[in-house]
């Protein structure tokens, strides 16, 4: 692998990168000193570096010296080897970062060519030259034909078939009125050349059957456009974007070797800034609006009534990593001992104060804890689902893992019987976790 690896530290364009990105924190109103985020433009200098290092791959050096002869069926018998049967690759898993909003997106790769001339290519291959293309910015369809064509030039095949099933973060559905759930918008897309031209024709059924697409529908009605034009998140509109957050998102653009006047790229900046103010530190503490939680209170006391495990589950919500400037969403599940319950709208907009803003999921996890038992008088049990985007850039993440952090306070802390009464009562799997 041809990794940047250690090299990257100190060079000109990842301490330019490092440099607009503490104007991108600074614009959030944090202390770029602050100890969490240090070495965040870093991290994320080196993400992004890392995931465009395709710019300076060619495919020709990974194809050249894998093309190696197969002699093939003798054409009158039929179609196999070297000649015109159908090779495939599938299930190659691989992430890029999208153009139009520069987060990261995971992909399943499939590919398949029909060999002529007895010329063949080492199967390795098919992935490294798909990932050539995949660490630039991109969108799906693109990636897709740039893949499709550059091994029909170098293999100098019958034809070449890619299908690439994305799972973009669909920012829209973790908006406080959204109805979707789960985080993932899937994007279904293919490109063919030679005798794969035709998209009816048999030699893409051939290809397709062969391939274990979860796909009743192969195409998702969810467009690439229309799950990066969500950034254009509700609170943000109408306000003055920050001039010198959008020019540093510009610069970062630039010192990746993408020229930010290229037609995709052109809102990209401001699409990235909107979103990014969605996290802003706002200095405000979390107001409970006067809520009184009628704890031990009058009546139900009288009746010597025992406190009852209340519990409020799936609480969705969006945070964004403060160590790689990226998101992470999940849900949060809300255990406490009490006669009354809590508002679910109260849960909901506590869970929502302490998402949007820049956050470790450990931090997350403690601050809606230490809210809710100020409410409730101190037993609370809060358990956070999330699955991160920075694991899928940093070429970490399994399709489909996810994280859990939990806080336990008051009764809970002391009694195992409690805290396994909240557990039992969690739903299975509560998030979408994308592909697996
Ligand atoms: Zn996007
Ligand atoms: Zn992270």
Redesign the pocket.
């Known amino acids: 692998m041809d990794d940047l690896g250690e090299g990257i530290e100190g060079q000109p364009e990842t301490l330019a990168i490092e440099d607009a990105v503490k104007v991108l924190l600074q614009g959030l109103g944090e202390d770029i000193n602050r100890e969490g985020i240090k070495k965040t433009p870093f991290r994320v200098a080196k993400a992004l570096r890392e995931a465009t290092k395709g710019y300076k791959q060619k495919v020709k050096d990974i194809v050249e010296g894998a093309l190696f002869p197969e002699a093939g069926l003798d054409a009158t018998v039929g179609n196999a080897g070297g000649a015109g049967g159908l090779v495939v690759v599938r299930d190659l898993d691989l992430f890029s970062y999208c153009e139009s909003c520069l987060l990261p997106f995971q992909f399943k790769c499939h590919v398949g060519y029909i060999p002529s001339g007895h010329r063949v290519v080492g199967l390795s291959k098919l992935s490294r030259v798909a990932d050539v293309f995949a660490k630039r910015l991109q969108d799906p369809q693109r990636l897709a034909d740039e893949v499709c064509s550059a091994l029909h030039r170098w293999i100098e095949p019958a034809g070449v078939a890619v299908v690439l099933e994305c799972w973009h973060p669909s920012l829209e559905s973790f908006l406080p009125d959204s109805n979707r759930k789960g985080g993932w918008s899937r994007v279904f897309v293919r490109s063919g050349s030679g005798v794969f031209d035709n998209v009816e024709g048999e030699s893409w059924n051939d290809f397709l059957s062969l391939l274990k697409l979860k796909t009743e529908n192969s195409t998702s009605s969810w467009s690439w456009s229309r799950s990066c034009a969500s950034l254009k998140v509700s609170s943000i509109n109408g306000q003055l974007l920050d001039s010198r957050m959008v020019a540093a998102v510009d610069s970062i653009l630039r010192c990746l070797g993408e020229d930010p006047v290229r037609e995709e790229l052109v809102g990209t900046p401001v699409r990235f800034v909107k979103w990014l103010m969605n996290f802003r530190n706002t200095g405000l503490e979390m107001k409970l609006n006067g809520f009184v939680y009628g704890r031990g209170v009058d009546s139900l006391k009288a009746n010597n009534k025992e406190e009852q495990l209340q519990t409020e589950v799936n609480l969705s919500f969006w945070s964004q990593?403060e160590?790689?400037l990226?998101p992470?969403y999940g849900v949060v599940h809300i255990g406490y001992f009490g006669f009354n319950r809590v508002p679910k709208s109260l849960l909901r907009s506590i869970v929502h104060f302490y998402g949007f803003k820049l956050q470790v999921q450990e931090r997350l996890t403690r601050q809606i804890a230490e809210v809710v038992s100020s409410l409730v008088g101190g037993d609370v049990m809060v358990v956070v689902e999330a699955a991160?985007t920075?694991?899928i850039s940093r070429g970490i993440e399994k399709f489909g893992s996810s994280t859990a952090t939990i806080a336990v306070l008051g009764r809970f802390s002391a009694d195992p019987g409690a805290r396994a009464m909240f557990v039992q009562s969690l739903p299975n799997s509560s998030i979408e976790l994308g592909p697996s």
Do not use: A, D, E, Y
Request: glycine share 0%; hydrophobic share 40%.
């Open positions: 990593c160590h790689h990226l992470f991160h920075c694991m």
